[in-house]
């Protein structure tokens, strides 16, 4: 049986801030907004993607970069996310309840917060992330940094291995570590063709 994939944000019980709009970002967004979480972006559309072409990604012939962003900041933004262009964030603190993100336009709040602002480490910095040895964001196969609540991705949790495949797999464990909390069990956001023929109706390739 698969989770509900809602579209939109009835019924949502918990909030998440992603902090940067490249694969890892985007892939995390995607998770969590099509599955009823209240979801704000801010991309400063300063990912590598732009420069890449990829024909590394399985399932995917080849592509342009920037063709592949345009079609997942669609994605995100048909399951309702809330997407801050040319927003760049600040800083990010812990509160009582929460975290605390800041940019030049406003102040934002949420229940969980995930990082995947490339190699730039200094938000994680900042919150009071840990570091490894390597000087890297110290996170668990969840991407959970030693903040609670708090999570990293793609390039910030390793030394070289920058990869667009390895970057959604990184925002799509984050995302599913956060449904995992915010449900109070395990989460699997695993669709059948029943929930494609709900969701997309007569949009439904044959």
Known sequence: MSN?????????DGSVIIVGGGA????????????????????????????AHLFNYLGIGSVGGSEFLATARQQVDDFGADRHQDEPVTSVTETDDGFA?????????????????????????????EFTDADVVDVGV?????VSGLYATGAMVRPEEWQAAIAVGDGAAAALNILSSVKGEHYHDFDVPADAARVFGEQLAE
Do not use: P, Q
């Open 24 to 51: 890892a970002g985007l892939s995390a967004a995607l998770f969590t907004a099509k599955n009823g979480l209240e979801t704000t972006v801010f991309d400063a559309d300063e990912t590598w993607m732009h420069k």
């Open 4 to 12: 509900e994939t809602t579209g939109d944000d009835s019924g949502t």
């Open 142 to 146: 969840e991407m959970e940094t030693s």
């Open 101 to 129: 993100v800041e940019t030049d336009d406003g102040h934002y709040e949420a229940d969980y917060v995930v990082l995947a602002t490339g190699a730039n480490r200094d938000l994680a910095e900042g919150a009071g992330c």
